[in-house]
């Protein structure tokens, strides 16, 4: 069964940067393509970054400039997150998928950013 397990979240203030990862397990296949969503307090989860096969990044437009998505070459994706705002407070969830397959999701983790 496959497992998506993030971390890098916590409190910071604005200005600061932050990097989660997300590490996928029970799989010996590759994670072809990355997402990263949030979601905040009262909010719809909402698209953040993808990283897809072929290397394609693609960015929401209230992050684009600010965070960058890579991947290594197993099945760890990372998002660093520069000049966070307050609006950047919110729960962060990755989500791998192989092929065409269905999509794993990560349990989350906060991303507290004060002003």
């Known amino acids: 069964q496959v497992q998506l397990v993030e971390s890098g979240g916590g409190l910071v203030q604005a200005g600061d940067s932050l990097r989660l990862s997300c590490t996928a397990s029970?799989?010996?296949?590759?994670?072809?393509?990355w997402m990263w969503y949030r979601q905040a307090p009262g909010r719809e989860r909402e698209f953040v970054a993808a990283?897809?096969?072929?290397?394609?990044r693609r960015y929401s437009d209230a992050v684009k400039g600010r965070f960058t998505i890579s991947r290594n070459n197993a099945n760890t994706v990372w998002l660093q997150m520069n000049s966070l705002t307050p609006e950047d407070t919110a729960i962060y969830y990755c989500?791998?998928?192989?092929?065409?397959?269905?999509?794993?999701w990560g349990q989350g983790t906060q991303v507290t950013v004060s002003s």
């Open positions: 990283l897809v096969a072929g290397g394609t």
């Open positions: 029970g799989t010996t296949l590759r994670i072809d393509h």
């Open positions: 989500k791998g998928q192989i092929g065409s397959g269905l999509p794993y």
